[in-house]
């Protein structure tokens, strides 16, 4: 999948995404960053529609929906109202306050934290969530601690190729969850969302969707039992597109320092191998492999 940017819309090839215009926006946009969210919404809400409307005081440029289909509800070059009370150091030092008039908005359609009933697993308005679409982590900044909604395989391809279209037209100087920039405020996109994986893939190329979609591929023939029975939380943190070799090292209970060292490789490597940086050589994964006990297939990113 491609995106093109064109006099500050989305689009492919000759044609722009669909585009529902909000009126809750600022003045002149100069992005520097991208900041990722979710609706912490159902697949019945319509949230660009929900934007169009005065009264919903708030805006994104950009709406993801399940299915992978994207709208446009605000032009790149115009403030949407998505990040709120927020602070961020960026390059140089440099302090920012108040994201909205320095940063592009993503919002992505996901339910967020999820509680836990006697049926199974339910959103904040109470609605059932699918068990298989779940994982259970804890937030980065310690809380929550529960369930989160995983985001679809077309949702990361669209999220990716649209964030690699904006890093080319703007000067985009980092990527962050709605997360970093409101700690404490807010818990979006959360740890379904592997934020440093992301980053990797839309800088270049990374593992982030193969390494989700190959995690399902897993649980689904555990269920079935074709597959080596892995923990689920190994399963989960794949499905979460964390690098299988930073997943499988971590269930070994190895540090990077003594697989590196075990492997004949720098540390520093390593964690460029587990960050998405580089590929590791096949004479080196087959060692990694060998080390941690899996196959060089389980590794494949």
């Known amino acids: 999948m491609n995106f093109c940017i064109k006099n500050d819309r989305l689009g492919t090839g000759m044609s722009i995404v669909n585009f529902i215009g909000s009126p809750n926006i600022g003045g002149e946009l100069k992005a ?27 805006s994104a440029h950009l709406v993801v929906r399940r299915d992978g289909s994207v709208t446009q509800c605000v032009p790149f070059n115009v403030v949407a109202w998505h990040a709120g009370k927020s602070q961020w150091t960026g390059k140089g030092g440099t302090r920012y306050s108040g994201l909205n008039n320095s940063a592009i908005g993503i919002e992505i359609e996901n339910w967020g934290p999820l509680g836990k009933s006697a049926g199974g697993w339910v959103s904040w308005t109470g609605a059932a969530v699918d068990g298989s679409k779940v994982i259970e982590a804890r937030h980065k900044f310690g ?5 989160w909604e995983v985001f ?18 703007y000067a985009i100087e980092d990527i962050m969850g709605h997360d970093d920039i409101a700690p404490g405020r807010k818990s979006d996109p959360g740890p379904a969302w592997d934020m440093a994986a992301f980053k990797a893939s839309v800088r270049g190329g990374g593992p982030f969707q193969l390494n989700r979609q190959r995690a399902l591929d897993i649980r689904a023939r555990i269920a079935s039992g074709e597959e080596e029975t892995f923990p689920e939380d190994v ?11 930073r ?10 320092v003594a697989l590196a060292r075990a492997a004949g490789i720098s540390q520093p490597y390593l964690s460029e191998i587990e960050n998405g940086a580089k ?15 899996v196959t060089l297939d389980d590794l494949a990113g």
Request: proline share 3%; glycine share 6%.
């Open 279 to 293: 590929d590791g050589s096949l004479s080196v994964m087959k060692r990694v492999a060998a080390l941690l006990n």
């Open 247 to 256: 997943v499988f090292r971590k269930w070994r209970g190895m540090t990077a």
């Open 235 to 245: 399963v989960s943190a794949l499905v979460a597109g964390q690098h299988p070799v």
């Open 152 to 169: 679809t395989t077309a949702q990361i391809e669209t999220v990716i190729a649209a964030a690699q279209a904006i890093c080319r037209e």
């Open 32 to 58: 520097k960053f991208l900041i990722i969210h979710y609706t912490a919404s159902g697949p019945e809400a319509d949230t660009a529609r929900y934007f169009s409307q005065d009264t919903a005081n708030v």
């Open 143 to 147: 809380v929550p601690d529960c369930g």
